[in-house]
């Protein structure tokens, strides 16, 4: 895929300072201005895998060779190579899972609120390194970034030189990993349509809080899911697939560190 072709007024994108990362070689969508040349593996048309770059590439990563870092753009979630394309193809053939890359990091022209909701995305990851939450309402970033905020100087007492990023990643896995794990996608699916699991962690914490108000207690998580569910109630099929598929679900965010891109 082209950058240039799937942005159709070419690149006078807003390129946000580059930083040094390493990056899933799955979400390389494409090259930024030569596309055409490429085959989908990254191989040059002209010759493939006998170009003698690719080839002494492939030498190199054979030989445990530390490689330069390729250089990418990101935008939407998905990078596009401005240099390295014989790297990512050796990489592909490989099937190695990350490369190093100098990444910058693009805004979109905001001419639709889907171009806006991605840049208020793309600041939040920046600042909390969080790539994960998915949500549909850029306000939803925002209260993110507040809850994690207001956690962090409850990390201090550990940590006392915690950083933002720090806090965010211990907040994704002690505070919303717990309750996103719990929900039942399929039921959500028929009772909040169009909502991600990301959106769905403020609708358990909204219905805790209205709980807690009405009950005069404070109330935990699960019992608002707990209240969820018996205002939404599954279908049979949920009740007998979805407790098996949840499970199966929890055993793999367990190994990966979480779940991708809720």
Same mark, same amino acid.
Request: charged share 25%.
């Given at each position: 895929?082209?950058?240039?072709?799937?942005?159709?007024?070419?690149?006078?994108?807003?390129?946000?300072? +580059?930083?040094?990362?390493?990056?899933?070689? $799955?979400? =390389?969508?494409?090259?930024?201005?030569?596309?055409? &040349?490429? #085959? /989908?593996?990254?191989?040059?048309?002209?010759?493939?895998?006998?170009?003698?770059?690719?080839?002494?590439?492939?030498?190199?990563?054979?030989?445990?060779?530390?490689?330069?870092?390729?250089?990418?753009?990101?935008?939407?979630?998905?990078?596009?190579?401005?240099?390295?394309?014989?790297?990512?193809?050796?990489?592909?053939?490989?099937?190695?899972?990350?490369?190093?890359?100098?990444?910058?990091?693009?805004?979109?022209?905001?001419?639709?609120?889907?171009?806006?909701?991605?840049?208020?995305?793309?600041?939040?990851?920046?600042?909390?390194?969080?790539?994960?939450?998915?949500?549909?309402? +850029?306000?939803?970033?925002?209260?993110?970034? $507040?809850? =994690?905020?207001?956690?962090?100087?409850?990390?201090? &007492?550990? #940590? /006392?030189?915690?950083?933002?990023?720090?806090?965010?990643?211990?907040?994704?896995?002690?505070?919303?990993?717990?309750?996103?794990?719990?929900?039942?996608?399929g039921a959500a699916a028929l009772a909040f349509p169009g909502r991600?699991?990301?959106?769905?962690?403020?609708?358990?914490?909204?219905?805790?809080?209205?709980?807690?108000?009405?009950?005069?207690?404070?109330?935990?998580?699960?019992?608002?899911?707990?209240?969820?569910?018996?205002?939404?109630?599954?279908?049979?099929?949920?009740?007998?697939?979805?407790?098996?598929?949840?499970?199966?679900?929890?055993?793999?965010?367990?190994?990966?560190?979480?779940?991708?891109?809720?």
């Open positions: 895929f082209s950058l240039i072709a799937e942005h159709s007024g070419g690149v006078p994108l807003n390129a946000l300072p +580059p930083r040094a990362d390493s990056i899933p070689v $799955a979400r =390389i969508k494409g090259s930024v201005d030569k596309a055409n &040349q490429l #085959t /989908p593996s990254f191989l040059p048309r002209a010759r493939k895998a006998q170009a003698p770059r690719f080839r002494a590439i492939m030498r190199a990563m054979s030989r445990g060779e530390t490689l330069p870092p390729i250089d990418v753009y990101y935008l939407n979630r998905e990078y596009y190579v401005i240099d390295g394309h014989h790297r990512v193809a050796a990489a592909l053939a490989n099937d190695v899972k990350y490369l190093d890359a100098m990444v910058q990091e693009c805004l979109l022209p905001e001419k639709k609120p889907a171009d806006h909701l991605a840049n208020v995305r793309l600041r939040f990851e920046r600042r909390t390194s969080l790539n994960r939450l998915d949500f549909t309402e +850029p306000a939803s970033y925002a209260r993110a970034l $507040a809850e =994690i905020q207001e956690y962090r100087p409850c990390q201090r &007492q550990h #940590t /006392p030189e915690i950083t933002t990023r720090q806090a965010a990643r211990r907040w994704y896995r002690e505070v919303f990993v717990p309750i996103a794990e719990p929900l039942d996608l991600t699991v990301s959106d769905l962690y403020f609708v358990v914490r909204d219905r805790q809080a209205a709980l807690a108000q009405e009950r005069c207690t404070p109330v935990t998580a699960d019992e608002a899911i707990e209240d969820l569910a018996k205002s939404h109630p599954r279908p049979l099929t949920a009740r007998v697939i979805r407790p098996l598929q949840r499970h199966a679900r929890r055993a793999i965010w367990r190994m990966t560190g979480g779940p991708p891109a809720l």
